[in-house]
């Protein structure tokens, strides 16, 4: 008999952390009486802990699924999003069929601008959930429903040098390199000494053998990102990521046909359709799908626009408890045209702590979770960690 959705719950975790994300507060930069920060690198609002939705659907058979999205800003909206708009509109539906019911959830707003925003991101925790479910009733992995898994783990790539000036995080990289790490990302947001001079350190520290990439956060016009892209290309970057502000479609184009280094974008992106438009204007490398924003159901869609584009996969990682992020590995499993998954060590570590399931990070690569569904569930020390929201 067909399961169908009885309840679903939304929970608020908040894991406090001792230095902010992206590293500790630069000049000008101050904590607001909400916990918030501004970072002057690139304009962007940030919170001083670690917070994100967590929800649970409850089938009429008293199987649960979990889904995430993120909840690092306002998560109170996007928990009223789904408590008092899409929930009561899911309960009574299939587990079986996510895909028709994200085209569902989201054509009830669609007329009215919300195409993104935090009414997908509460559509996206809806998403993972009930494929989590719609993969235990079906007794297999959650790739098992989405492909053939074409390799047994996931490549990633370091994610950040977390620390306060250029000399420690090229110290920080360099321990990661003796680690056995090759490839990294660096936050431009956060290179107070400059942006070139970041990478010209790195690159001297750790050799020619090292993957450099960079992270220029939305900063630019196209004109300026290309002159800056023509001063780091001596040093070899293997890409470069979201040169210009996400609504600057034509910015993208301009410097996706004329930087020397490949680029990468799309970690802000919600759905295919946003995909589509980009990826037809601009010949960009690599799109980096945020399984936190997709859900399952576009983060796949997207992965097969990109296919058509000979564009590569290589996923993002936000703040979060885990439950996306093993969304986001099963899906890449499945994935022919994956190049690695990104890798945020400092939350990928915290988050084994509150998830059970959760496979840990080993010789450069995500393992795969085992077991039906997602894999992954809220082990008891999440709990200290969350509030339900009602
Ligand atoms: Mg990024």
Redesign the pocket.
């Known amino acids: 008999m067909t399961q169908r959705v009885a309840s679903v719950e939304t929970f608020v975790a908040t894991i406090p952390r001792d230095t902010p994300y992206l590293g500790p507060l630069g000049p000008g930069e101050k904590v607001n009486s909400r916990g918030y920060l501004v970072r002057q690198g690139n304009g962007t609002i940030y919170p001083t802990a670690d917070r994100s939705i967590v929800v649970r659907i409850t089938s009429d058979t008293g199987a649960i699924g979990w889904g995430e999205t993120y909840g690092i800003c306002a998560p109170r909206a996007t928990c009223e999003i789904i408590n008092d708009l899409l929930a009561p509109v899911l309960v009574g539906e299939s587990i079986e069929t996510p895909e028709a019911i994200w085209d569902r959830l989201y054509g009830l707003m669609r007329v009215r601008g919300c195409t993104g925003g935090f009414h997908v991101d509460a559509i996206a925790a809806l998403d993972i959930a009930l494929w989590d479910l719609h993969a235990q009733a079906a007794g297999k992995p959650l790739r098992d429903l989405l492909g053939q898994t074409v390799i047994p783990t996931i490549p990633g790539y370091v994610s950040g040098l977390p620390a306060g000036t250029l000399a420690e995080r090229v110290a920080f990289a360099e321990q990661m390199f003796t680690a056995g790490h090759r490839v990294f990302k660096f936050a431009a947001a956060v290179s107070h000494e400059g942006i070139v001079e970041e990478m010209a350190a790195l690159r001297s520290a750790l050799g020619p053998s090292a993957n450099i990439l960079i992270?220029l956060?939305w900063k630019f016009e196209a004109e300026a990102a290309l002159r800056l892209i023509d001063a780091l290309a001596p040093f070899g970057p293997g890409f470069v990521?979201?040169p210009v502000a996400p609504e600057d479609v034509g910015g993208l184009t301009l410097v996706a046909h004329e930087s020397p280094i490949p680029v990468a974008a799309g970690?802000e992106w919600y759905t295919a359709y946003e995909v589509a438009n980009r990826l037809h204007a601009a010949n960009i490398a690599y799109v980096q799908p945020e399984m936190g924003h997709t859900g399952v159901t576009q983060f796949m869609r997207i992965a097969r626009v990109a296919r058509d584009h000979d564009t590569l996969i290589a996923p993002?990682a936000t703040i979060g408890v885990g439950v996306f992020l093993a969304a986001s590995i099963q899906a890449s499993a499945v994935i022919p045209h994956l190049w690695r998954h990104e890798w945020q060590h400092s939350v990928f570590d915290r988050g084994l702590e509150l998830l059970e399931g959760m496979p840990p990070y080993a010789d450069g690569a995500y393992a795969l979770p085992n077991g039906p569904g997602l894999g992954v569930r809220p082990n008891d020390a999440f709990w200290n960690y969350a509030e339900r929201v009602e």
């Open positions: 992270d956060h990521e979201a970690e993002h």
